[in-house]
């Protein structure tokens, strides 16, 4: 997924291991949501020095970098 693609994927149901790694770019990290969903992160987005998500920053209040993949 390159940088003019979605910032933020929802699914329905959680996607192969492999799918979530291509849209968060690497490894990644879940954080649940109050809304019962998932929100998958890359783990070291900051690190790598990806492109602040803002969408999904305001979600969670909390400073997020790269594609998420919202699942619920």
Request: hydrophobic letters at 35%; aromatic letters at 12%; a negative charge.
């Given at each position: ?5 979605k910032?933020?994927v ?23 949501l ?15 020095k ?11 209040n ?11």
């Amino acid at each position: 997924m390159n940088n003019k693609e979605k910032e933020i994927v929802y699914f329905t149901n959680e996607p192969d291991f492999e799918i979530i790694q291509k849209i968060v770019n690497g490894y990644f990290t879940i954080i649940s949501l109050p809304n019962n969903k998932l929100m998958y992160v890359n783990e070291e987005g900051e690190l790598k020095k990806l492109k602040k998500n803002e969408k999904a920053s305001e979600i969670i209040n909390y400073p997020i970098y790269g594609n998420v993949l919202i699942v619920g």
